[in-house]
């Protein structure tokens, strides 16, 4: 195999095999780009068959192989192929896990579970369960005197600064996982035109606190890349994650906002958005005897 590194050049070929049909996060080309810097996340294909692989803390890190057509025999293959070099197979969405359960054995990898929302829950808050999220909220709309703005090739360089302030502030270059995301970060930016992402940003008396990216998986679909947003502003985060998603994706059902990587706050936080659905995800240990 000759494994390339994925590019923005890699779209195409990358879309091919996984556009519009995972409703995990990690089968997307704007996500592996995303990581691909800093997880050195590279690809190989046969036309049949697509390979990736990252490299966490030195070392590698196998994805589910995709077939292009969905073809149960190809995909063993490919999984037989992996297995044969000693490696494990990460990232295995539910149905899949469900449909190769006969051949192999797998674990559920709980730090990997994205998080789908309803939509129109987390845009109104109503309710008694979202009281502190809504009074956040309102307390920013109240208090500060903010614009929402989508985020063009003539303005993402203010959210390129707000980057650059965030990272200053979270200290990136201490923290690993941070600082790789930065990569990644700057790297979307630098082709925002190119990928299929809407962006939004929304300012205070002319400065960027916060902004978020997200995309369509399929019809009822969405999912959120990134978001950030300046602590120091009260509710900055309710106002980024609600105002987004009414400005840019009503007419979807549903919102995937990623796994919380096993990180306790993260965790909590996205938990007390009381989610609709948990995506699980598998690791392939071996195959059944």
Known sequence: MVWKKITIESKKIINEYLKNKFLI???????????????NIEFFENGELLFLRGNYLGKNTYF???SKTNDISNVKFGINKILS?????????????????????FTEKEDNF???????????????????????LNFFKKNYDFKYHKITKENISRVNNFQNFWCLKKECEKNRDLFNENLGIK?????????DIKGGFIEVDGKVIAYSFGE???????????????ENYKGSYQAINAIFLEKEWQGYTFVNREDDAGIL?????????????????????S???
Do not use: Q
């Not at 996060?25 to 997880?39: P, Q």
């Not at 494990?88 to 051949?103: A, C, G, M, Q, R």
């Open 25 to 39: 996060c990690d089968y997307n080309f704007t996500n592996l780009l995303l990581w691909s810097e800093g997880d």
């Open 64 to 66: 589910m192989p995709v």
């Open 85 to 105: 070099l000693g490696e494990e197979i990460h990232l295995i969405p539910e149905e899949w896990k469900n449909i190769l359960s006969d051949f192999y054995i």
């Open 114 to 136: 994205d998080y789908m929302y309803n939509i129109a829950s987390l845009i109104t808050l109503e309710g008694r369960k979202y009281n502190k999220k809504k009074n956040k």
């Open 187 to 195: 790297y979307l930016i630098d082709n925002y035109s190119e990928l």
């Open 216 to 230: 369509v998986i399929n019809e009822d679909i969405v999912v959120i890349h990134i978001e950030k947003a300046d």
């Open 265 to 285: 706050g993260i965790r909590i936080a996205k938990s007390s958005y009381l989610p609709e659905k948990m995506l699980k995800k598998y690791s392939l240990i």
């Open 287 to 289: 195959v059944k005897i």
